[in-house]
């Protein structure tokens, strides 16, 4: 299950979605989470799932990288997926041992699902196509205007980028822990809930001082390279749109306005 979470990861590429600006990605993004909860039809889901589709294509990222990333929520899927089916009035289908199921309730568990997913897969491609130093290039850039009113907008990307690059670095270590216990005759799998809680102290503790060491080094590494925050610090790359970014932003407009028309006609 560990391996599975992938949330994180980057993999190089030279794909058209890997070449996007960050700031042209994350506004995509965005806009494209917030397509997913204004869309209330089929119809609707088929259109940004035919976008997700192109993007995918165009990235070059293998689908299997994608559903390892869907793999860890699907327990909760199904969780709310079967409250939806069982506790949303309206009209029955059929009932089973005196619980109805509704023809709401069945549409509301398939758009719960269809959104989860979509959304979970659009933000792996993000992260999976952009590295955490464009990320927070971008986030800085895009925030930038907030530090007017005196929000420190460096160093909430700094963390942010840190936070999402130490994500796949914590899951290997914690693989490495748990192999190196399974080793010593730990279980972690039999028990009630309190054993199996129980039977991860001797996990969290390693876990726990590894992090606490690995911070302690990045900010040995940082202060050794004259790291002050934002001020006279310089870019390397500078970030500046292309052609190829003003063309997505031309296919997310026109997909938000197929998405607002569809909305408002009830398609």
């Known amino acids: ?85 069982f506790f949303t009035p309206g009209t029955p289908v059929f009932t089973l041992w005196r619980i109805s199921v509704t023809y709401e309730g069945l549409r509301m568990a398939a758009y719960l699902i269809i959104r989860i997913v979509m959304l979970i897969t659009g933000t792996l491609l993000l992260t999976y196509t952009t590295s955490p130093l464009a990320l ?6 895009l925030m930038r205007p907030l530090k007017k009113i005196k929000v420190p907008v460096h160093e909430l990307t700094m963390m942010m980028s840190i936070a999402l690059k130490f994500i796949p670095i914590l899951i290997e270590e914690t693989d490495k822990i748990m192999s190196a216990q399974k080793a010593r005759g730990a279980d972690f799998e039999t028990g009630n809930l309190i054993q199996k ?29 004259c790291y002050h925050g934002d001020d006279g610090r310089t870019r390397m790359k500078q970030l500046v749109f292309a052609g190829r970014d003003y063309a997505a932003f031309a296919l997310t407009a026109v997909t938000a306005a197929v998405m607002i028309t569809l909305a408002v006609f009830g398609f």
């Open 1 to 85: 299950m560990l391996r599975d979470i992938t949330l994180g990861q980057y993999f190089p590429g030279s794909s058209v979605i890997h070449n996007l600006d960050p700031r042209t990605k994350l506004v995509v993004v965005f806009v494209y989470i917030v397509l997913l909860f204004v869309g209330n039809s089929f119809v609707s889901y088929i259109v940004l799932g035919a976008l997700l589709a192109a993007c995918i294509a165009a990235s070059g990222i293998k689908l299997k990288m994608l559903l390892r990333g869907i793999k860890p929520v699907i327990i909760i899927l199904i969780f709310t997926a079967v409250l939806n089916i």
């Open 136 to 141: 927070t290039d971008g986030l800085e850039a």
């Open 197 to 225: 809680a129980k039977a991860m102290m001797p996990l969290l503790i390693p876990l726990f001082i590894s992090s606490l060491r690995r911070a302690e080094e990045l900010a040995m590494a940082m202060e050794s390279r």
